[in-house]
């Protein structure tokens, strides 16, 4: 018997939104797998050109190793104040990103001790891990400070994902006193969540997705999120820096909650991710200045 047309345009309707389905999915899986290899992959390369001397800084070339034995490339600056700041760069930088910093604060007295993150810059490590696994690598830098200078005080700061490691890696660790985060970034898929709307339905499934492939292709799990580090600091002073009046002043503003210690929070309405030092150098200066003179000296 043949078949009627009702049944043709049913059929074929079927086989449309199958293949429709099938499109949407690995577009889904594409996507997340493409972000996941992008944000894994070492970004290793010789440092040159740009160091500390550009500020005329005495430094030298320094190595520490990590808990799993790998070896961690920076540079070192001795303080006269017997006071070190660890400087930790942003995902896809090196330790060069750092140097604008690092200039404010050794112009009165602070050392410094930077350098690549794992499987960045000169460092070593085949994958990198959303921060994850440099978040151990704090302890690493610290007792490598101590170990030269066992009575010097230690601070951390950080931009972006280097800020949540600098967090997360000064918990629990005496020799840390405080730290200061410009834009802490999100340690886990679920801070990310407030960014995103029904405008772009397939954000969610493909953030959902990605992040398990990064810790596959890391062999790590987040060890923490950035809201639970912030609470297990404690009573150490955390100085929080954001910019503009969107989604980064209001994930930091919620960072700023849910801090227990001595805390505050500066906004640079007129500067851009990370771009705060280019922005307003001379406030910049002085707000690190001021929260590490009152935190470590």
Not at 203 to 219: D, E, F, Q
């Amino acid at each position: 018997m043949p078949a009627t047309p009702l049944r043709t345009f049913s059929f074929y309707l079927k086989i449309i939104a199958a293949t429709t389905l099938v499109t949407v999915l690995s577009l889904i899986f594409l996507s997340a797998a493409l972000m996941a290899i992008a944000v894994s992959i070492p970004l290793k390369f010789k440092i040159c050109c740009e160091t500390p001397a550009r500020f005329g800084a005495s430094y030298e070339p320094v190595s520490f190793n990590t808990a799993d034995g790998l070896r961690l490339s920076g540079w070192y600056i001795s303080p006269s104040n017997n006071a070190v700041i660890i400087l930790i760069h942003s995902y896809y930088a090196d330790r060069r990103q750092t140097l604008p910093v690092a200039e404010m604060l050794h112009a009165q007295g602070y050392g410094l001790l930077m350098y690549d993150q794992r499987a960045s810059g000169e460092s070593e490590g085949n994958t990198r891990s959303l921060g994850w696994r440099d978040i151990q690598d704090v302890s690493a830098a610290a007792n490598w400070l101590v170990e030269r200078q066992p009575d010097v005080k230690i601070g951390a700061y950080g931009c972006s994902m280097g800020a949540a490691i600098a967090l997360a890696g000064s918990v629990a660790l005496p020799s840390i006193h405080a730290v200061a985060l410009d834009a802490p970034s999100p340690l886990q898929w679920y801070e990310n969540l407030p960014q995103f709307s029904l405008r772009d339905p397939l954000s969610l499934p493909v953030l959902a997705l990605y992040y398990p492939i990064v810790m596959l292709r890391a062999g790590s799990l987040p060890p923490t999120s950035t809201t639970q580090a912030i609470q297990d600091f404690g009573n150490h002073p955390i100085l929080f820096i954001s910019t503009g009046q969107d989604t980064e002043f209001f994930r930091i503003n919620t960072y700023f909650e849910a801090a227990s210690g001595p805390k505050d929070h500066w906004n640079i309405p007129d500067s851009t991710h990370c771009a705060g030092p280019a922005a307003r150098p001379l406030e910049y200066q002085q707000h690190l200045l001021q929260f590490f003179n009152s935190s470590l000296r």
